[in-house]
């Protein structure tokens, strides 16, 4: 396939209007460098251009508006060095004032006294009265072609409207490259079946009216194929790398069901397992029975008991002749795991050991000896576990804990620590949802464990202002007088270290003083603290020894102290969904109602107070994930930052999941009739594949 892709890929110095120092201005401020990335320069919104609104009725500073009227005055103003233009519009209902502070005597000059003009922009309130600053303006009589159809209006820059490239001369120039490009350039990527059974419209047709729509259905048409093709690709993108993935990495054969796992199951099991913890076990041995390299991400609520399932899974690897290893992303973590996992494998038998950035160097030696030559078959740590200095006899299985707060290339350092690659189950109690999972983690399995182990009752959760703080100390004596725990966290922010940490002595104190020695222990674990200090005060609160434990948020993974029952969340304000989901996941724990109160103060934005009722009103993570994806957009969700997979010039994952759904689909679909697209219908799609790889992120590098 060969085609001459000369405006597309021209320099657009090569357009009209555009010199070389327009071109360096657009290269660096909006990152335009040729035809392609203008015409990939969608516009963020579109003018009506043949509706107008009265003048009288402006009057809502949030909104654009678009008028019709005669300039009766014009006037520039103000010293010599603050000069400013002011120029009046008049329709039949009222006049306004059009203000300019640059380029004043240019358009002094361009603006006809007497004429008729068509004005876009959003108004202000100045002096008790609506004016508009640095308007769009533009002679009426000159309107004319664009008053059928949609206008399409641009971003633009402080920089590049200086020099007189606003939204109207971008326009300009999208309707230069728009009218001389032709079908050829823009050739059909996807299969004919794919636009039929969608029936989407035709990648040119597309991306000529995504800049100039005659009306809202060809907008929504050109949108729709647009948003399908971005989704489309994406997909495609991470499934044939999935599929190359699973036809050549080999990783080790875990086939046996090995005497240690059916001992434990038979005979040491403490409790029976949920249907979901099955059958993601389940799920696990069906990937590691081959031997190909398994990369499985599970997702599970807090407190949905994942520790089992991997504890399992690691036995899975020992009976076969494998080690395994659990990383965790803090050192309270790792021990707590450490106890926990020594626990269950005591009666096996089974040697575990504890690396963390804290093992003392006569420690450390004998424990590495014992991973090297074999002896120990189950390692536990932190990121310590990742160093170059541990090396394993024959790992088969890495179990990472807590996901999120780990990245690409302890993923990569990972697969290093085997002859083959081990296998790779990665545990996480931050939800992400499915459409987030789907770009972000397309090359990733998933499996859920979405149900809580018999007898847990939900945590009731619940939104009180700072106002009821005597009542809830209250609650908190006649919770603790029943013999409970209460956790008591208040946020702690970097940029706001000093003042957090102020809030969070005050809050101690005044807790202390409310809860006295010696009826009351009260623990505190903050940041500041030695790991020592930190180590004991959580040991004295899980052994019950104090019954509040007031802290930052260093609390907020994974730690287990099932009498637990009050969760008391600070400012919660200012803390984000997932983080406050995480934070009540750590009550609730054991058998008895546990609570989560949520105080903030009296004055709350929307969104803090749709985070706090989404909070009251549900305890399904997945929920609360799909709520934070809306409120934040999927750049802000937790691990998706370092990705750069999500800048969808159109697409936004939080509305567009049916497309996504669909395109996906059509991937999967696509590649199992034809997995190498040698077919002829696929060839033009394989050639944009081909270009595309070459010029972006590396699918292979995501989470
Ligand atoms: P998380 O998924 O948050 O890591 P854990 O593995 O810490 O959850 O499990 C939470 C608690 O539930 C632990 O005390 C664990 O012993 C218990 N648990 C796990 N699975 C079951 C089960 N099937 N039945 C009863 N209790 C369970
Ligand atoms: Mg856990």
Redesign the pocket.
């Known amino acids: 396939m060969s085609f001459n892709p000369s405006i597309l890929s021209s320099p657009l110095a090569y357009l009209k209007g555009v010199g070389p120092q327009r071109a360096e201005l657009l290269a660096r401020e909006l990152e335009l460098h040729n035809g392609e990335d203008l015409l990939f320069h969608f516009p963020f919104r579109y003018a009506d251009r043949t509706r107008f609104t009265a003048i009288k009725e402006v009057d809502n500073e949030e909104m654009y508006y678009q008028l019709k009227g005669i300039v009766t005055s014009k006037e520039v103003i103000g010293s010599p060095r603050q000069k400013r233009l002011v120029v009046k519009l008049k329709d039949d209902t009222g006049t306004i004032e059009l203000v300019w502070f640059q380029g004043v005597q240019w358009l002094e000059k361009s603006i006809l006294h007497g004429q008729e003009y068509v004005v876009f922009g959003k108004p202000q309130l100045f002096n008790s009265r609506f004016n508009f600053s640095h308007p769009e303006i533009e002679l009426a009589a000159q309107d004319r072609e664009s008053q059928v159809g949609l206008f399409p209006v641009y971003s633009s820059t402080e920089k590049l409207k200086q020099r007189g490239l606003a939204t109207k001369a971008i326009a300009k120039l999208t309707k230069q490259l728009v009218s001389g490009i032709s079908s050829n350039e823009l050739p059909e990527i996807l299969p004919a079946w794919v636009l039929q059974k969608f029936k989407l419209c035709g990648r040119y047709e597309a991306f000529k009216w995504i800049h100039y729509p005659h009306d809202e259905e060809q907008l929504k048409q050109a949108q729709r194929r647009i948003k399908f093709e971005e989704l489309f690709l994406n997909q495609m993108g991470i499934l044939r790398l999935k599929g190359h993935h699973d036809r050549t990495e080999q990783g080790p054969v875990l086939k046996a069901v090995g005497p240690l796992l059916q001992q434990y199951l038979d005979h040491h099991l403490?409790?029976?397992?949920?249907n979901a913890?099955r059958r993601v076990l389940k799920e696990v041995r069906q990937n590691i029975i081959y031997g190909k390299q398994m990369n499985r991400l599970v997702q599970?609520d807090?407190?949905?008991?994942?520790?089992?399932v991997a504890f399992l899974s690691m036995l899975m690897a020992i009976d076969n002749g494998y080690q395994a290893c659990l990383m965790a992303p803090t050192e309270i973590l790792a021990k707590q795991h450490f106890q926990t996992l020594s626990g269950y494998a005591e009666p096996l038998g089974i040697k575990i050991g504890l690396l963390t950035g804290s093992t003392k160097a006569a420690q450390r030696r004998p424990l590495l000896e014992g991973i090297l030559n074999g002896e120990i078959p189950i390692l536990i740590g932190t990121h310590a576990l990742i160093e170059d200095k541990v090396q394993f006899d024959k790992l088969g299985l890495a179990v990472v804990d807590e996901q999120h707060k780990f990245g690409v290339a302890q993923r990569a350092a990972l697969h290093q620590k085997g002859t083959l690659k081990p296998h790779i189950l990665i545990m996480t109690?931050t939800p992400i949802p499915r459409t987030l999972a789907m770009t972000l983690y397309g090359d990733l399995e998933v499996s859920v464990i979405d149900e809580l182990?018999?007898g847990r009752q939900p945590v009731k959760t619940q939104h009180f202002n700072d106002s009821h703080r005597l009542q809830i100390f209250g609650f908190m004596r006649d919770e603790i007088a029943k013999g409970r725990q209460v956790y008591v966290v208040y946020p702690l922010i970097e940029e706001s270290e000093k003042m957090d940490y102020k809030d969070l002595m005050d809050g101690y104190e005044s807790i202390v003083r409310a809860f006295p020695m010696p009826q009351y222990n009260v623990s505190i674990v903050h940041g500041r603290q030695k790991a020592e200090d930190k180590e004991w005060e959580m040991q004295r609160f899980a052994k019950g020894e104090t019954q509040i434990m007031v802290a930052t948020t260093v609390i907020e993974v994974?730690v287990?102290v099932?009498n637990a029952t009050v969760m008391i969340i600070e400012s919660a304000e200012r803390f984000g969904l997932s983080q406050l989901h995480q934070l009540r996941?750590r009550v609730g724990?054991g058998g008895e109602q546990s609570f989560c109160i949520l105080m903030t103060g009296h004055k709350l934005s929307n969104e803090a107070r749709t985070r706090m009722r989404t909070m009251v009103e549900t305890n399904d993570g997945f929920k609360i994930a799909e709520v934070d994806l809306k409120l934040r957009g999927p750049g802000d969700m937790s691990g998706t930052q370092q990705s750069g997979v999500l800048s969808f010039r159109l697409a936004d994952l939080s509305q567009d999941q049916a497309i996504l759904q669909a395109a996906r689909e059509t991937a999967i679909e696509l590649l199992s009739a034809d997995s190498l697209m040698e077919r002829p219908e696929h060839a033009a799609l394989r050639y944009h594949l081909s270009l595309q790889r070459k010029s972006s992120t590396d699918w292979s590098k995501i989470s």
């Open positions: 403490p409790f029976s397992l949920t913890q599970g807090v407190g949905s008991g994942k520790t089992m109690a182990p018999p994974g287990n099932p996941g724990r």
